[in-house]
């Protein structure tokens, strides 16, 4: 594994459309891989393979509270992610992006999602998430389309001290 380099805005990767991944072969298996040891080098709780300049339709996503919902730590890759059935119900939340340093930004998301798509060896893949780790996944399914927070933002600043999770 190698730890690879995340790129920042305004890098064109970050706003194109991701290529859909048709190969499991052992080039994805490095990209997850190197994407995994990156987000945890930068304390990330979330990264797309575009973000590491690589731009196909994998995304990571580690989160884990003990404090909201107990859901204990946990890894997820996800090949060709989809999301579906959003809850009617939006919160908003703080967002924060590695690509997009210094600047956090307060989005409207639904609750909860439904992600369906592959594990990273091919097989089906789907679960349902809510509160902070459906947010992760609709941030990071954005970042395969081309979307930034900011976009979504209905206000961004500065932090001083916000703590966010980046993703
Ligand atoms: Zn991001």
């Keep these: 594994?190698?730890?690879?380099?995340?790129?920042?805005?305004?890098?064109p990767t970050l706003r194109k459309k991701a290529a859909k991944v048709t190969a499991?072969?052992?080039?994805l298996q490095g990209l997850i891989d190197d994407m995994v040891e990156s987000m945890r080098e930068d304390n990330g709780a979330g990264l797309a393979a575009p973000q590491v300049n690589v731009s196909q339709r994998v995304i990571a996503v580690e989160f884990g509270s003990e404090e909201d919902e107990n859901i204990p730590r946990t890894l997820y890759i996800v090949v060709n992610p989809k999301i579906s059935a959003p809850s009617q119900e939006k919160v908003s939340g703080v967002e924060g992006c590695l690509s997009v340093p210094g600047l956090v930004g307060e989005v409207e998301r639904p609750v909860s999602v439904v992600i369906k798509g592959q594990t990273r060896t091919g097989e089906p893949f789907k679960m349902k998430a809510r509160g902070w780790l459906a947010r992760i996944f609709q941030h990071e399914v954005d970042h395969l389309n081309g979307i930034l927070f900011t976009d979504r933002a209905t206000r961004v600043w500065e932090p001083e001290d916000e703590i966010v999770d980046l993703v």
């Design 1 to 11: 594994m190698a730890k690879r380099k995340i790129i920042t805005i305004p890098h």
């Design 24 to 27: 499991f072969d052992e080039e």
